[in-house]
């Protein structure tokens, strides 16, 4: 019983401190990265950290000012007029999608990276090859 207890403490701390939409927004971005492991799983768990990691940190660095100028350049929402759910959505939205494609990205560094350490001339004719 004191289990259960000490994690809704240590969650609710956290929704204190930071709230409620910075949590959605780490939340979508690890479930976007979690998607993407779903096609293009990590080969062990040092890799999977990496890419957790660094799919955190896009979401995090760059969610804000992505969904900002989502927000400046198209119309189909207002973030200052809309209400608080449809505005806590669509950040949620774009942190997820950040979340994914920066573990796809960073996932197909890795492969590449792999590949060159075994055989460099082909991995460069691999890439030469993309279309």
């Given at each position: 019983?004191?289990?259960?207890?000490?994690?809704?403490?240590?969650?609710?701390?956290l929704?204190?401190?930071?709230?409620?939409?910075?949590?959605?927004?780490?939340?979508?971005?690890?479930?976007?990265?979690?998607?993407?492991?779903?096609?293009?799983?990590?080969?062990?768990?040092k890799?999977?950290?990496?890419?957790?990691?660094?799919?955190?940190?896009?979401?995090?660095?760059?969610?804000?000012?992505?969904?900002?100028?989502?927000?400046?350049?198209?119309?189909?929402?207002?973030?200052?007029?809309?209400?608080?759910?449809?505005?806590?959505?669509?950040?949620?939205?774009?942190?997820?999608?950040?979340?994914?494609?920066?573990?796809?990205?960073?996932?197909?560094?890795?492969?590449?990276?792999?590949?060159?350490?075994?055989?460099?001339?082909?991995a460069?004719?691999?890439?030469?090859?993309?279309?």
């Open positions: 019983m004191a289990m259960s207890i000490e994690s809704g403490v240590g969650i609710g701390a929704v204190a401190k930071y709230g409620w939409l910075k949590l959605l927004t780490v939340g979508s971005a690890l479930g976007g990265a979690g998607m993407m492991a779903i096609f293009r799983p990590p080969k062990d768990k890799e999977m950290f990496y890419q957790g990691a660094v799919a955190l940190g896009c979401s995090l660095m760059f969610g804000d000012v992505a969904a900002q100028m989502i927000d400046y350049w198209f119309d189909f929402i207002n973030m200052t007029t809309s209400p608080r759910g449809d505005v806590i959505q669509f950040v949620v939205a774009i942190h997820g999608l950040l979340g994914a494609f920066s573990w796809g990205l960073y996932g197909g560094i890795a492969a590449f990276r792999d590949k060159f350490g075994s055989n460099p001339i082909q460069i004719k691999d890439v030469r090859d993309v279309k």
